[in-house]
């Protein structure tokens, strides 16, 4: 968790959730999770298993947020633009033989 001078412990807390989630782009796996315990721990927060389950909580809200708050990729997020159906040449009449 950084720290950041004259903070709300709390609010770092909240900001390092928020981070994590957006870094992560909503998904994590087990690893993730005890990296950002980690993290949690080295800044100064005590995680018992009820704030472990708590800081869970914490993430999963977060990521359904993430996923109906968050801008959309700028390379997803333009239309691709249609491609242009080539016109089809126009079929050469035929001579008429001379009789």
Same mark, same amino acid.
């Given at each position: 968790?950084?720290?950041?001078?004259?903070?709300?412990?709390?609010?770092?807390?909240?900001?390092?959730?928020?981070?994590?989630?957006?870094?992560q782009?909503?998904?994590w796996?087990?690893?993730?999770?005890?990296?950002?315990?980690?993290k949690?721990?080295?800044?100064?927060?005590?995680l018992?298993d009820?704030?472990?389950?708590?800081?869970g909580?914490?993430?999963?809200a977060?990521?359904?947020?993430?996923?109906?708050?968050?801008?959309?990729?700028k390379k997803?997020?333009a +239309? #691709?633009? =249609? $491609?242009? @159906? !080539? %016109? /089809? +040449? #126009?079929? =050469? $009449?035929k @001579? !008429? %033989? /001379?009789?």
């Amino acid at each position: 968790m950084a720290k950041r001078k004259n903070s709300n412990p709390v609010q770092n807390l909240l900001d390092t959730v928020g981070e994590f989630v957006n870094k992560q782009k909503g998904k994590w796996e087990h690893k993730d999770w005890e990296a950002l315990v980690d993290k949690v721990q080295k800044g100064g927060v005590v995680l018992t298993d009820e704030y472990k389950k708590s800081l869970g909580h914490m993430l999963e809200a977060t990521k359904q947020f993430y996923g109906s708050l968050s801008v959309p990729d700028k390379k997803k997020a333009a +239309p #691709k633009p =249609k $491609a242009r @159906a !080539k %016109a /089809k +040449p #126009k079929a =050469k $009449a035929k @001579a !008429k %033989a /001379k009789s």
